[in-house]
């Protein structure tokens, strides 16, 4: 059965999206507390969980504050933290990816067999641990979230790199004596940026899930912080009458990882 | 009969890689949380916290011996059965899991049986109706299923079947028919929830394996001889798809232990997982410690069945 003209229009613009997706829901994070009416840990209404309104334009949520505010500033958190998460993890998976293709012998067997340990846990798992051990500050989320997906990067990294190590170009530089980091970077990396971006996306995903996750526990961001998943957690009350302070922070969860998700799977289609 | 030798060695290979990986799990949790001593001793006491008070805590905590005399004491523990007691009620914390665990089993078990043949059913078809808008639309379904966190998959489900449970007489008379309906009314959101997202993640990979064997050269032929298609499905996929489907069950069920956490927790299932949460709450340290081993060596178990099922369906495609 044929997809009809309009869809396949869509799907045929959906490959340009992941790169300007990311950066549509950076900015956002950015420009979200300047664009908030309210300010966040302010009580702003007496009633609560206030259905939309001109006035509140999410409503309010359990504690009668302005759920737009919030909702700005929690996806500021989600989306930045996150982000630090992701260039954290593909930034040391990716170089010592590259680094465990390039030398090969016993740097590999050492990193692999790290890598192999930490992946063995399931993510959920360890970062539970982590916190358990080191509390929930800021710093340790973004830390243990590092960790936990920079295995994940490392391999498909070192399975990309491989293949290219040993072409002539990467052989030369090692002939002239270049350093390392300059072949990393600039020999092996430039040709494989096309799926190291999609993995890149994918661990940013993950990161998403895991932090929300988290929050939505209880044992990710503390207050005064907000981020989606505790968004939802505090309002989840609202849900019986359908409440938009429970329903816009859930919504916004599911757009950022469906979208990317979606967007990621139509360029890998493309790109394999 | 090297064959055999061969596959044996690859099977202890196999084994014996899950048990470093046990160990290496052992090993990482108990430094992770045991590095940082002075602070539980401090967040235990809370206001309590006189030099004094905290000195004995350490002291009855070991904490006060260096790292690596509490690690031999703790794996000298570990295998004599003793794992430790709460920081917090002071009870042992392998008595506290294991009655936590059959609970989690429990659930897990109730939630395998509904999501199992479900999820074959659904990747089939679509595997079958491939590009037809029925598996376009499984397709988005599962994809959405699989990319948002479990406990929004567990918020959507609390508004739809807590809302729609009196609009579908269907499902009050199912726990009419069996008698234990209080038994089926505190467990169908637990396990409604959870097998969402089994199904979620297992028909994706479902759909991938049928296709795989629906484009392969015998299915091609059959459908030259004229072979109807039950006779085909029958006779020339399902015998070729029984290993790598059962690679996807375990596989599928590994990803059923991080749903676990997030469900029990929604629900206030009083299973293993949440006891980790509360622990992690309260930094229990031993009881954070004794879930964290259950639920590792929980997850390396089904990992290395599938390794195990992949590595067996292998042989038997190079023996035919």
Same mark, same amino acid.
């Given at each position: 059965?044929?997809?009809?003209?309009?869809?396949?229009?869509?799907?045929?613009?959906?490959?340009?999206?992941?790169?300007?997706?990311?950066?549509?829901?950076?900015?956002? !994070?950015?420009?979200?507390?300047?664009?908030?009416?309210?300010?966040?840990?302010?009580?702003?209404?007496?009633?609560?969980?206030?259905?939309?309104?001109?006035?509140?334009?999410?409503?309010?949520?359990?504690?009668?504050?302005?759920?737009?505010?919030?909702?700005?500033?929690?996806?500021?958190?989600?989306?930045?933290?996150?982000?630090?998460?992701?260039?954290?993890?593909?930034?040391?998976?990716?170089?010592?990816?590259?680094?465990?293709?390039?030398?090969?012998?016993?740097?590999?067997?050492?990193?692999?067999?790290?890598?192999?340990?930490?992946?063995?846990?399931?993510?959920?798992?360890?970062?539970?641990?982590?916190?358990?051990?080191?509390?929930?500050?800021?710093?340790?989320?973004?830390?243990?979230?590092?960790?936990?997906?920079?295995?994940?990067?490392?391999?498909?990294?070192?399975?990309?790199?491989?293949?290219?190590?040993?072409?002539?170009?990467?052989?030369?530089?090692?002939?002239?004596?270049?350093?390392?980091?300059?072949?990393?970077?600039?020999?092996?990396?430039?040709?494989?940026?096309?799926?190291?971006?999609?993995?890149?996306?994918?661990?940013?995903?993950?990161?998403?899930?895991?932090?929300?996750?988290?929050?939505?526990?209880?044992?990710?961001?503390?207050?005064?912080?907000?981020?989606?998943?505790?968004?939802?957690?505090?309002?989840?009350?609202?849900?019986?009458?359908?409440?938009?302070?429970?329903?816009?922070?859930?919504?916004?969860?599911?757009?950022?990882?469906?979208?990317?998700?979606?967007?990621?799977?139509?360029?890998?289609?493309?790109?394999? | 009969?090297?064959?055999?030798?061969?596959?044996?060695?690859?099977?202890?290979?196999?084994?014996?890689?899950?048990?470093?990986?046990?160990?290496?799990?052992?090993?990482? *949790?108990?430094?992770?949380?045991?590095?940082?001593?002075?602070?539980?001793?401090?967040?235990?006491?809370?206001?309590?916290?006189?030099?004094?008070?905290?000195?004995?805590?350490?002291?009855?905590?070991?904490?006060?011996?260096?790292?690596?005399?509490?690690?031999?004491?703790?794996?000298?523990?570990?295998?004599?059965?003793?794992?430790?007691?709460?920081?917090?009620?002071?009870?042992?914390?392998?008595?506290?899991?294991?009655?936590?665990?059959?609970?989690?089993?429990?659930?897990?078990?109730?939630?395998?049986?509904?999501?199992?043949?479900?999820?074959?059913?659904?990747?089939?078809?679509?595997?079958?109706?491939?590009?037809?808008?029925?598996?376009?639309? *499984?397709?988005?379904?599962?994809?959405?299923?699989?990319?948002?966190?479990?406990?929004?998959?567990?918020?959507?489900?609390?508004?739809?079947?807590?809302?729609?449970?009196?609009?579908?007489?269907?499902?009050?008379?199912?726990?009419?028919?069996?008698?234990?309906?209080?038994?089926?009314?505190?467990?169908?959101?637990?396990?409604?929830?959870?097998?969402?997202?089994?199904?979620?993640?297992?028909?994706?990979?479902?759909?991938?394996?049928?296709?795989? !064997?629906?484009?392969?050269?015998?299915?091609?032929?059959?459908?030259?001889?004229?072979?109807?298609?039950?006779?085909?499905?029958?006779?020339?996929?399902?015998?070729?798809?029984?290993?790598?489907?059962?690679?996807?069950? !375990?596989?599928?069920?590994?990803?059923?232990?991080?749903?676990?956490?997030?469900?029990?927790?929604?629900?206030?299932?009083?299973?293993?997982?949440?006891?980790?949460?509360?622990?992690?709450?309260?930094?229990?340290?031993?009881?954070?410690?004794?879930?964290?081993?259950?639920?590792?060596?929980?997850?390396?178990?089904?990992?290395?069945?599938?390794?195990?099922?992949?590595?067996?369906?292998?042989?038997?495609?190079?023996?035919?």
């Amino acid at each position: 059965m044929t997809v009809a003209p309009f869809a396949r229009r869509w799907v045929s613009v959906i490959p340009r999206i992941p790169g300007s997706l990311i950066l549509f829901w950076l900015l956002l !994070a950015l420009l979200g507390p300047v664009l908030a009416p309210f300010a966040p840990g302010e009580v702003v209404s007496r009633t609560v969980f206030a259905p939309i309104s001109a006035h509140h334009l999410l409503g309010t949520d359990y504690l009668g504050r302005d759920v737009l505010s919030r909702l700005l500033c929690g996806t500021g958190s989600t989306v930045l933290l996150c982000a630090a998460t992701t260039v954290l993890a593909c930034t040391g998976g990716v170089f010592l990816g590259i680094i465990a293709a390039l030398k090969q012998g016993l740097t590999d067997t050492l990193l692999s067999r790290f890598m192999d340990g930490v992946i063995s846990i399931p993510s959920l798992l360890s970062a539970l641990v982590a916190v358990a051990a080191f509390g929930s500050s800021v710093p340790v989320l973004v830390l243990a979230m590092s960790l936990i997906y920079m295995p994940g990067s490392y391999r498909t990294c070192r399975m990309l790199a491989l293949s290219i190590v040993r072409r002539d170009f990467v052989l030369a530089a090692q002939m002239r004596g270049e350093k390392s980091g300059y072949i990393v970077l600039r020999e092996v990396l430039p040709n494989m940026t096309g799926p190291v971006m999609a993995d890149v996306g994918l661990r940013f995903i993950y990161a998403v899930r895991l932090l929300s996750n988290l929050s939505f526990l209880g044992v990710g961001l503390q207050p005064p912080l907000t981020d989606l998943g505790s968004l939802t957690r505090e309002n989840l009350l609202g849900l019986v009458y359908g409440a938009p302070a429970v329903i816009a922070p859930a919504l916004t969860i599911a757009v950022l990882t469906v979208g990317l998700n979606l967007a990621l799977d139509s360029y890998k289609g493309k790109a394999g | 009969m090297t064959m055999n030798a061969a596959l044996i060695r690859a099977l202890l290979r196999l084994v014996g890689a899950s048990l470093v990986s046990l160990v290496f799990v052992t090993v990482a *949790v108990f430094f992770i949380t045991a590095v940082l001593p002075g602070d539980v001793a401090d967040a235990l006491l809370g206001q309590a916290a006189t030099p004094d008070a905290v000195s004995a805590l350490r002291h009855s905590l070991n904490l006060d011996k260096p790292v690596l005399v509490r690690f031999v004491i703790w794996v000298t523990g570990l295998l004599h059965g003793d794992f430790g007691v709460s920081l917090v009620s002071h009870r042992p914390v392998l008595a506290m899991a294991s009655e936590r665990l059959i609970h989690s089993l429990l659930l897990a078990g109730v939630t395998a049986l509904f999501a199992v043949p479900v999820a074959l059913l659904l990747g089939t078809t679509a595997a079958i109706f491939r590009n037809t808008l029925f598996d376009r639309a *499984v397709s988005l379904l599962t994809l959405c299923i699989v990319s948002v966190p479990e406990f929004l998959v567990a918020t959507l489900a609390v508004f739809i079947f807590s809302v729609q449970l009196h609009l579908l007489p269907a499902l009050a008379s199912i726990s009419d028919i069996h008698s234990i309906g209080s038994f089926l009314a505190s467990f169908s959101m637990p396990v409604t929830t959870l097998a969402c997202v089994i199904v979620g993640q297992m028909s994706r990979m479902t759909r991938a394996v049928m296709i795989d !064997a629906l484009g392969s050269s015998w299915v091609e032929m059959a459908v030259l001889k004229g072979a109807s298609p039950a006779h085909i499905i029958l006779r020339h996929v399902i015998p070729n798809v029984i290993a790598p489907l059962f690679n996807v069950i !375990a596989l599928s069920l590994s990803y059923l232990l991080g749903g676990v956490v997030i469900v029990e927790s929604v629900f206030h299932y009083p299973g293993i997982a949440s006891l980790m949460v509360d622990s992690v709450a309260a930094r229990d340290i031993p009881l954070v410690q004794i879930c964290a081993l259950i639920f590792c060596a929980a997850y390396l178990f089904l990992t290395t069945l599938a390794d195990i099922v992949a590595l067996l369906s292998s042989q038997r495609r190079h023996a035919a």
